[in-house]
């Protein structure tokens, strides 16, 4: 999936990395939080259709936003991103990849959007949140994986809420977290969104979930499902042909 290449300049490292079987160019930190496959199955289950708006809440590198307008042509994303190091680098893969004329990037604060976001204004809302709870996980010395991994002043609650204010009545909301989370998942939701759909990222057949995808969408009422979900890898470790088509075919999670 990633083919990492080391290049040096006058600001941090960064590699070149690929996407999608290298329809998509991303360029990270070579030493800050790294894409792994999460986005890519982000980006895989948003409904977006042509000349939609999506909102890539915490955007960081770019890598959903990339995965999403490679897939759906014409739709436009704008990406938030706290990390203004991010904001940059995410700016140039936008670039890079001729995509600069649909996607954007801003920085800012969830707990403080900018003035020129509008609440309800986007058709979808996809996020990929820290996912250990603040207080629980084992501080780094990196504050880029830190504020990556670990819940910073905005708690999951938080990205809910954000979401939900922003995506439009009857638009989704598309979140990746881990599947031990689901609880707090759910139950920020509930009340607030319907058509709840709980989709398991299985690392093996008979495995656990360690992933979940949860979406739902605002002010409908509709009773929550789960779904089969998809099994990642072979035995052998390899990914399922299901794993591969998005990974590398960038094929359409149907929640």
Do not use: Y
């Amino acid at each position: 999936m990633s083919l990492p290449n080391a290049s040096a300049g006058s600001g941090p490292a960064v590699t070149d990395d690929r996407l999608l079987g290298g329809r998509v160019r991303l360029r990270q930190s070579a030493d800050g939080a790294r894409v792994a496959i999460d986005p890519v199955f982000l980006a895989a289950a948003v409904p977006a259709e042509p000349n939609q708006q999506i909102l890539d809440a915490g955007c960081g590198a770019g890598a959903a936003m990339l995965c999403l307008a490679a897939r759906v042509p014409q739709c436009r994303i704008l990406g938030l991103e706290l990390q203004r190091d991010l904001v940059r680098i995410a700016g140039d893969n936008a670039a890079l990849n001729g995509l600069g004329d649909r996607l954007s990037v801003m920085a800012g604060d969830l707990l403080r959007p900018p003035p020129r976001l509008s609440p309800g204004s986007f058709d979808h809302v996809m996020a990929n949140p820290p996912f250990i709870e603040r207080g629980r996980g084992s501080e780094t010395p990196n504050p880029a994986k830190a504020a990556a991994t670990i819940e910073g002043e905005a708690a999951l609650g938080d990205w809910i809420r954000f979401a939900l204010v922003m995506v439009r009545a009857k638009g989704t909301v598309t979140f990746i977290h881990r599947a031990d989370r689901i609880d707090a998942l759910l139950g920020q939701l509930a009340g607030r969104a319907g058509g709840i759909v709980i989709f398991p990222l299985w690392p093996r057949a008979g495995q656990a979930a360690g992933r979940v995808l949860v979406q739902a969408r605002k002010q409908i009422a509709a009773p929550a499902r789960l779904a089969a979900g998809l099994v990642l890898h072979e035995a052998d470790g390899r990914f399922t042909a299901a794993a591969d088509a998005v990974l590398r075919g960038g094929e359409t999670l149907v929640l």
